[in-house]
């Protein structure tokens, strides 16, 4: 059984930063693409980050120079470290892995960004 568990989310000021993870099980991330997203109430979720099984990356452009995407082989889990945090990357932020034509997503954490 797949299991995404993501944390690290919480309250932070403008400018802060965050590091959040995805402890994966029943699956090795490397051998999937996975993705972080985010999704505010009546939104779309949207794609932030994505990394592919070679470790390509790519940002949405409203993140790009400030977020990270990155994987731990190692420990079996995805992080996205997030700096300069604006009151707009408020949202709920989840995991996402593509592998062997399944989509697995976590339970999401929750990023607010506010004075």
């Known amino acids: 059984q797949v299991q995404l568990v993501e944390s690290g989310g919480g309250l932070v000021q403008p400018g802060g930063s965050l590091r959040l993870s995805c402890a994966a099980s029943?699956?090795?991330?490397?051998?999937?693409?996975m993705g972080w997203y985010r999704q505010t109430p009546g939104k779309q979720r949207e794609v932030v980050a994505s990394i592919t099984t070679g470790g390509s990356t790519k940002y949405a452009v409203s993140v790009k120079g400030r977020f990270t995407i990155s994987r731990d082989n190692a420990k079996n889990t995805g992080n996205l470290q997030m700096t300069s945090l604006k009151p707009e990357d408020t949202a709920v932020y989840y995991c996402?892995?593509?592998?062997?034509?399944?989509?697995?997503w976590g339970q999401g954490t929750q990023v607010t960004v506010s004075s």
């Open positions: 029943g699956i090795m991330l490397r051998a999937g693409a």
């Open positions: 996402n892995v593509v592998w062997a034509g399944y989509d697995y």
